[in-house]
């Protein structure tokens, strides 16, 4: 579904991403392990585009992806939870939902994608008409998982959902992204807690100053004493 080749990305002179090439196969759950600074957040960038790599390919379902702007990516099946979450502040729940549709011209489709996220996140229902900035940090990450699913994406791209939040909203939040997956949503997600991350994706890379050291399955990482010591030894 997501092919990344060769992927060599640059702020200014310093390079942020050496050589990566990853694939996610459609139906896949696939995290990005690695320390801060590594370069996570690059690589969901440059597969959005909001930063542009300065070689090598990116394909979607065989579409060659790299000269679309955001809004197309987004457009054409990508999803993006940023990190951070980066909720609109002073827009009510709802009206974040919105914004996540706003290539949506049928209001019907709206409203049904609205129901289906509060389906999915009660307490973004019993919250709609409250001001984003005034949720928990939890719930802000429910609701930009939330406000990402609105175009129907096939690709859920997921930035540190773990951040800041605390270990039973981690937990919570990542059984819902498996419930996801499970439901046919592919997935992947860059993450620090190599412990969570590994517990509900089906394979991972590990990710070292801009380069990809490492790829195997969930479980033979959980197993390999080279990465338990580095990022699961904690
Ligand atoms: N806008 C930027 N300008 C210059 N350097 C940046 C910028 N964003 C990130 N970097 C640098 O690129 C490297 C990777 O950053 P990032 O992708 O944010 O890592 P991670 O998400 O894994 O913490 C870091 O060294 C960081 O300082
Ligand atoms: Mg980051």
Redesign the pocket.
Known sequence: MLKLENINTF??Q?Q?LDNISIEVKDGEFVTIL??????????MKTIMGLVKASSGTISFNGQDIASLPPWERANIGIGYVP?GRRVFPELTVEENLKMGAYSVKDSKVIATNIEKSYELFPRLKERKSQLAKTMSGGEQQMLAIARALMLSPKLLLIDEISMGLMPILVNHSLSIVKKLNSAGLTILM?EQNANKALKVAGRGYI?KT?KIIMHDTSENLRNNTEVIKAYLGE
């Open positions: 702020y200014g310093s942020a690695g320390a801060n600074g590594a370069g996570k957040s690059t690589i990190e860059v990710l801009g």
